[in-house]
C-alpha cells in the first residue's frame, strides 16, 4: 500500500489512489485520493476527489488500494458506499 502511495505522491500529475475507507464508525465507502504527504507512520493527508477537500486517511482503514493514471478520473467524483 504504502509503495503505491509514494508512488502518487512523488508523481501527483499522472496518478492517484483508489480505495475503500473505513471511517472512525466503520462506515465503508470508495474514495479517490490525490495523496500529499504522509503524517506520521499512520496516516497521511490527501485531497479527497469525493469530498473535494483535504482529509487526513489512517492507514489501518485504507483497504484494496491500487494507483490509477488520474487521466482516467472525472471531476467530482461521487462517493459510493
Known amino acids: 500500500m504504502n ?4 508512488r502518487a ?5 499522472n496518478y492517484v489512489i483508489e480505495m475503500d475507507y ?12 490525490s495523496p ?3 503524517m506520521g507512520s499512520y496516516r497521511f ?3 479527497c476527489l469525493c469530498r473535494e477537500a483535504p482529509r487526513q486517511f489512517q492507514l489501518s482503514r485504507c483497504k ?3 494507483l490509477v493514471a488520474a487521466s482516467e ?3 467530482p467524483v461521487a462517493i459510493s458506499g
Not at 509503495?3 to 509514494?6: A, I, K, M
Not at 473505513?22 to 485520493?33: C, E, F, L, S, Y
Open 73 to 75: 478520473v472525472m471531476m
Open 64 to 66: 484494496n488500494v491500487r
Open 36 to 38: 500529499i504527504r504522509f
Open 3 to 6: 509503495t503505491n502511495l509514494r
Open 22 to 33: 473505513a471511517d472512525a464508525k466503520g462506515n465503508q465507502t470508495h474514495r479517490i485520493v
Open 45 to 47: 493527508l490527501g485531497l
Open 9 to 13: 505522491m512523488q508523481d501527483c500529475d
